[in-house]
């Protein structure tokens, strides 16, 4: 089992930054996947950028180039670094772990994340 507990949120100027951090109740290293997803108002989750436990990162198109993940094995913590942020990256981020066996998916509680002037 993962437990995920996500910070950082809050209230961002258009254009402005913030970085969400996610601590794992376990090496981050044993786990196969960690990733940020997120949830606007009447939107399906979607996600964001996720990360292997070999380091290779992956970001959705609409986050690409102004998003970066990152991670703290030693403090078992993942970190998306949000950059140029736009009314539209509003929404509940929520971390997420993977592992590969048994197959199982882990949740944080989110977090807001409000960009607006």
């Known amino acids: 089992q993962v437990q995920l507990v996500e910070s950082g949120g809050g209230l961002v100027q258009p254009g402005g930054s913030l970085r969400l951090s996610c601590v794992a109740s376990?090496?981050?290293?044993?786990?196969?996947?960690m990733g940020w997803y997120r949830q606007a108002p009447g939107k399906l989750r979607e996600f964001v950028a996720r990360?292997?436990?070999?380091?290779?990162?992956t970001y959705a198109d609409s986050v690409k180039g102004r998003f970066t993940i990152s991670r703290d094995n030693d403090k078992n913590t993942v970190y998306l670094q949000m950059s140029s942020l736009k009314p539209e990256d509003t929404a509940v981020y929520y971390c997420?772990?993977?592992?590969?066996?048994?197959?199982?998916?882990?949740w944080g509680q989110g977090t807001q994340v409000t960009v607006s002037s």
């Open positions: 376990r090496s981050i290293l044993s786990v196969d996947v």
């Open positions: 997420n772990a993977v592992l590969f066996r048994p197959p199982s998916g882990y």
């Open positions: 990360m292997t436990s070999g380091g290779i990162p």
